[in-house]
Every structure is written in C-alpha cells, then in structure tokens.
C-alpha cells in the first residue's frame, strides 16, 4: 500500500469508521450493520479530501474517460476531488452530477454537467452496502447514452451483495474495504 493510501486508510478509520457489534447501526438501504463508515468525514476534511483525490484518481488514470461523477450527495467531493487531481495530472476530467430525481423547471435534466452523449465516464460512490445508489447513478447515465466504464467507490462494505449488484452493469473497483478497516483496527488494538 502506498504512502497516499496508508495515510488515508488511517484518516478514515479515525474520522469515519465506527464499530458496535452490540448495539449495530441503521443504514441508509434500510439494513443494520456492527459498523458505520460515515466517508463525508474523511472527504470534507482538510487532510482527506487531496488524499481521497489522489487514490481516486489512480484507479482511473488510464481509463481512457472524459468524465467522473454520480448520484448526488454522496459522489459529489469523490468527483469533484478526483477531477481536480486530474487537472493536476495533466489528464483533466469533467464532472458529471447525477440528480435524484430529474430538475422540474428549466432543462428537466437528470445530469448536470456539459459531457455529450457517448462520453465515456467512471461512476464514482463513497460507500456501497447493497450498490443501490451506484446502479440508480449508472442507469442514469447509460440512459443518457454515456458509456460507463467502470465504478469506483471509496469504501466497499462487502455487505448485502453490492459489488455485485453493480457488477452486473460495470467493472467495480475499490479503494479500501470493511476488511481493511477492521484490519487497521485489530493492528491498531494490538
């Protein structure tokens, strides 16, 4: 693991993973879970959010792709991040938002940004349980005829068959995984 990913898996771990196989935690799909991984921790701070760039952007920086993006709120810094780093890099990206739900005034458009149809793009997520948010961000956008060349998310729960789920559209990478985090943690405790 190199300097950038150490760094952050301990940025993570400290700022967003939380663990209570006693009590557990409700998650947003609707599941419980003995862990809690709240990434908007990591990724609005100061000291995660280059480092969250740079490993985003390793993963896709011979993706031959025009743009990175996903379903709104979760994917938003994770792209924004990653297309920064890229612009840096000398190989700039375009961001591509995702909407919950399609604007009801002016355009009406489910994704926002200025990628044309067929722009290839990687769909980015902050944490996967069941992939759920992944697929709705990766329908969207086939919809709006882009190709989708991978998905890459910055913590795979390794939960309620998310990798899976979204491997049925796409090739899935991730950043770190639950085992990663308990990894650190039982190296930490020890």
Not at 39 to 61: H, N, P, Q, Y
Not at 142 to 158: E, G, M, P, Y
């Amino acid at each position: 693991m190199d300097c950038n990913l150490s760094e952050l898996l301990e940025i993570l771990y400290r700022r967003s993973f939380r663990y209570d196989p006693d009590h557990g935690f409700k998650l947003s799909s609707g599941g419980t879970s003995d862990i809690y991984i709240d990434v908007k921790k990591t990724v609005l701070s100061a000291e995660g959010i280059m480092r969250v760039g740079k490993a985003i952007f390793d993963k896709i920086k011979d993706d031959n792709i025009d743009g990175i993006g996903g379903l709104t709120l979760g994917a938003d810094p994770l792209a924004y991040t990653a297309a920064y780093t890229s612009n840096l890099s000398g190989k700039p990206l375009d961001v591509f938002i995702v909407r919950k739900e399609p604007k009801k005034h002016g355009t009406q458009r489910a994704i926002e940004g200025s990628l044309e149809r067929g722009a290839r793009v990687v769909v980015v997520d902050d944490v996967i349980t069941t992939g759920g948010a992944t697929v709705k961000a990766i329908e969207s956008v086939l919809a709006a005829s882009f190709t989708v060349v991978k998905a890459v998310v910055l913590v795979d729960r390794q939960e309620k068959n998310g990798r899976q789920n979204i491997e049925k559209f796409c090739p899935v990478e991730s950043v770190f995984t639950r085992e990663d985090l308990i990894g650190f943690r039982d190296k930490s405790n020890s």
